[in-house]
């Protein structure tokens, strides 16, 4: 093996029935390098990981790994493990009700025994020479995302580790705590460790990495120099298209529609979750909720589609009073509600697309009135084609889909009832930059035909796209509302942050 | 329901009881060709009837299949069982004994009023247990102990004394056969309930909100379905299935007896779902595979009979082949079977094309 690389995969294939997920594709990794693996979803990302981590089984290619005489054989994540490829994985793996030392231990040790004293001692010498703020003996729970995530990486790095995968481990932290992340990962690279970088974040791969691997349906289009490629010909290279129309929507139609007159209306609304707050949308509006998470911005929207308990408030809908408490009421007003948890709270994951896709207007349209096959296969169909979604059938299961793509079933789900206002919160959430735009675009041309539209999205620059009006929260309240020549990076960032700092 | 679902999923869903039900047919067959025949008798009220270990398997299993299919709804729904069916089925026999005995002479009449009743207080017995489940949200286990334990009490306060008989022609007619057709009537009830719940399912959307509850019940919730009402919905098919297997065994024995009427039969019928390839964990799942499972253990019941093997023996014998009927449809062993599947289907796919070239 060449001096320097602890890592090479050489021609991996692997199909599953129906699909070639993975293509001859070649990945190389260098000693202390944070090498970005980038596609989009359904490109072949978590099939080369898992290829990687022994959770599949190659159908061929080579897999050599610094130390190893000849190819490596990895039939289970055990096996990567013991020849120095760990992982972090997106969702927390660890146990919350135990100590950080234990955490960072547990399952390690050969014997039966377990000297608590030696492994306090390791684990705090550990998390002191990574600089983790974190106590041994602190139980993992009382620690925030930010740092359980790193007392993963502590534990995943404490092995013999050559090779650190992490699978996405910034999409639930803030921004705060990606830096800290990143610090840690900076050290990581400078004691040789290789490190796969996974993530959606474009701005997070330019803060970090070294180089950057794209896949794109299952292939490789070609490993890069970060220097060597602007942000657009990334893009680009995922999307297989030039993307100059990513900056040009056109959001006209919708600040036409601010003034016109309102589809729904709330005052004084609250749930169990949400405080009281005034809220109102017109036909054909785009507007959105913006602020920090736990800012409560999720919380109205739910209020808003009774997703949760509402408490209290006077709702208008097309101007008559309306009695809207429990989510099918709301339906049947014409509202559609994109959750912000994909897994939890969207998809019916053991059934099918198409059983997914007509669920809502299956049970708008009631108990007794089931729609034949054929008009579930048609409409399952109609909106597979539209949408473009990327399934082997409409008989699969949902959860063997993509993110993107089960976001985009659970979309298909909510525009076949064709509602009068959409509510997307994070629609595009964990999804790539290609599908991103799509859902964008879709949003706008919703508008234009009338429909409203609430949108909610971490990245502010994704609502300045779409949304004509934003409603800005801070501490659970409405703090401000933005529209016009507002509707910049700049007054958003200061309204989130408060008048103190304008 | 919505017609076939996955296209050649049937087959394969149900391949486990399949299997196994041809395995056991077989096995009979080659031990003893005569096993399955079947012949025209006279009973000792005079009747022709059919005979046969056949027949015989597939009358004495109508409760078992009857419950099953009810087995499997509050399973589907609500990831749990129903501990109590075969006390709550002890008390519908009590309720049926008691207006039949109260109304005086037996007439068609008066067996109708009976089993209306039955279902009555069978569906508000199960509803009990449906709103432990659905609204207090207590384990469905727990929340059906309680019944389990105090049913057949309940059943004996019902009667008042320990085994009230019931002689009449009709009851005859009910629990085995009616005069001029040769087969036993619970074979018709079993049809009948499939039936209903078939229609039920065409005409409604019970599979579809059952699923989703089942596998998801907050995502069921914000799509506009109630999962309160339909785990509920759940308990109460559960009770119908209850009252006719509670006649069904009534009418066979001719008596009840608060101790015995359909003992046990709530772990039969847990099995059944689970030979049945339905997942005792909620969610997906198949009624013909439950009904196919009550079969196979009746006739694994009948077989070990046949093959005079010691009734204190039975339940070890069945034990030891039902290990391996549930092991053969694990996840592990599914999924190892059909990857061995794909590669034999590549390997020839692959030989066709070189010859090919």
Redesign the interface.
């Known amino acids: 093996m060449q001096d320097g690389i602890v890592l090479t995969m050489r021609g991996i294939y692997k199909s599953f029935?129906g699909v070639r997920a993975l293509q001859n594709v070649d990945f190389t990794l260098r000693k202390g390098e944070i090498h970005a693996l980038m596609g989009e979803n359904g490109a072949g990302k978590s099939t080369l990981i898992k290829v990687l981590t022994g959770v599949y089984e190659k159908d061929a290619g080579e897999i050599r790994v610094e130390g190893q005489d000849g190819p490596a054989d990895i039939r289970s994540p055990q096996d990567a493990q013991n020849i120095g490829i760990s992982t972090v994985y997106q969702e927390i793996t660890l146990c919350p009700n135990l100590s950080v030392a234990e955490n960072m231990f547990i399952g390690r040790d050969k014997g039966v025994g377990v000297r608590w004293k030696d492994m306090e001692k390791k684990a705090g010498d550990l998390l002191k020479s990574l600089g983790i703020p974190a106590r041994p003996k602190q139980q993992l729970s009382s620690c925030s995302i930010a740092v359980q995530q790193m007392v993963a990486i502590a534990r995943a790095v404490d092995a013999d580790c050559k090779v650190l995968i992490l699978d996405e481990p910034t999409s639930s932290l803030d921004d705060k705590e990606v830096e800290m992340l990143f610090g840690l990962m900076r050290d990581l690279k400078s004691r040789g460790v290789g490190i796969i970088f996974v993530t959606h974040f474009l701005e997070q791969v330019y803060a970090v990495s070294d180089r950057i691997t794209v896949l794109r349906n299952g292939e490789l289009v070609g490993e890069f120099e970060v220097q060597s490629l602007p942000q657009v010909e990334l893009v680009s290279a995922m999307m297989g298209h030039a993307l100059a129309e990513l900056s040009d929507l056109d959001k006209q139609g919708s600040s036409d529609a601010l003034s016109g007159e309102a589809f729904y209306e709330a005052s004084g609304l609250s749930s169990a979750e949400a405080r009281p707050f005034d809220f109102r949308i017109a036909k054909g509006e785009v507007n959105g909720f913006t602020g920090l998470l736990g800012s409560g911005r999720s919380e109205s929207v739910r209020a808003i589609?009774a997703?949760d308990h509402v408490t209290g408030g006077h709702v208008k809908v097309n101007g008559k009073p309306v009695n809207i408490s429990?989510?099918?009421q709301a339906?049947k007003a014409g509202i559609g509600?994109l959750?912000e948890d994909r897994k939890?709270?969207?998809?019916?994951?053991?059934?099918?697309v198409r059983?997914n896709i007509i669920?809502?207007l299956?049970?708008?349209k009631g108990?007794?009135?089931?729609?034949?096959?054929k008009e579930?296969e048609a409409f399952a169909d109609e909106y597979i084609k539209t949408l473009e979604i990327k399934t082997a059938s409409q008989?699969t299961p949902i959860k063997s889909l993509s993110g993107g793509n089960q976001q985009k079933v659970i979309l298909a789900?909510w525009l076949l009832t064709h509602p009068q206002y959409l509510i997307l919160d994070e629609p595009t959430r964990g999804i790539d930059v290609g599908t991103k735009t799509e859902i964008q675009r879709l949003v706008l041309k919703l508008a234009e035909e009338g429909m409203s539209v609430t949108f909610i999205s971490s990245e502010i620059e994704e609502m300045l796209r779409t949304c004509s009006r934003l409603i800005v929260m801070r501490d659970r309240k409405i703090v401000g509302e933005l529209t016009g020549d507002q509707l910049n990076q700049d007054t958003v960032m200061k309204t989130i942050a408060g008048g103190e700092q304008a | 329901m919505?017609?076939?679902?996955?296209?050649g999923?049937v087959l394969s869903d149900l391949m486990i009881p399949l299997i196994a039900i041809g395995i056991l047919i077989l096995f009979n067959l080659i031990r003893d060709p005569g096993f399955f025949s079947i012949s025209l008798s006279t009973n000792n009220s005079g009747n022709a009837v059919l005979t046969g270990n056949l027949i015989s398997i597939i009358d004495s299993a109508s409760e078992l299949a009857i419950i099953a299919m009810g087995m499997t709804l509050v399973t589907a729904a609500t990831g749990g069982q129903d501990i109590s069916v075969g006390a709550v089925g002890a008390i519908t026999g009590s309720v049926f004994v008691q207006v039949l005995k109260g109304s005086g002479d037996i007439t068609a009449g008066t067996v109708v009023l009976g089993f209306l009743a039955c279902c009555l207080v069978t569906v508000l017995f199960t509803s009990f247990n449906g709103v432990l489940v659905a609204f207090f949200r207590i384990q469905p286990m727990i929340a059906t102990l309680i019944l389990f334990s105090c049913g057949r009490s309940i059943a004996y306060w019902i009667t008042g004394s320990a085994t009230p008989q019931l002689e009449s022609p009709i009851i005859k007619a009910m629990g085995m056969t009616i005069p001029g057709i040769p087969v036993p009537t619970p074979i018709f009830m079993v049809i009948l309930v499939g039936l209903l719940l078939l229609l039920f399912f065409?005409?409604?959307?019970?599979r579809?909100?059952t699923?989703?509850v089942g596998?998801?019940q907050?995502?069921?919730?914000?799509?506009?379905?109630?999962p309160t009402l339909i785990k509920l919905l759940s308990f109460i098919v559960l009770g119908v299935c209850v009252a006719v297997a509670g006649v069904i065994s009534t009418c066979r024995l001719g008596q009840v007896s608060h101790k015995t009427l359909l003992i046990d039969i709530e772990m039969d019928a847990i099995l059944a779902v689970a030979i049945g390839g339905n997942s005792l964990g909620g969610?997906?799942f198949r009624l013909s595979g439950s009904i196919l499972g009550a079969y196979i253990i009746q006739m694994l019941t009948t077989t070990l009979y046949a093959m005079s093997v010691a009734p204190a023996n039975v339940k070890a014998y069945k034990a030891i082949v039902i290990i391996l009927i549930v092991v053969a449809g694990s996840p592990v062993i599914k999924t190892a079977l059909s990857s061995f599947w794909?590669r034999l289907k590549n390997n020839r796919a692959g030989a066709v094309s070189r010859e090919v070239n």
Request: proline fraction near 6%; hydrophobic fraction near 35%; aromatic fraction near 8%.
């Open positions: 029935p589609f997703a429990k989510p099918v339906m509600y959750p939890r709270d969207g998809i019916i994951a053991d059934l099918s059983e669920l809502a299956q049970v708008m108990f007794f009135h089931p729609l034949s096959r579930e008989e789900r | 919505t017609g076939k679902r996955r296209k999923g065409k005409t409604s959307n019970i579809l909100y699923e989703s596998i998801n907050g995502a069921s919730r914000l799509n506009g379905i109630n969610g997906r794909h």
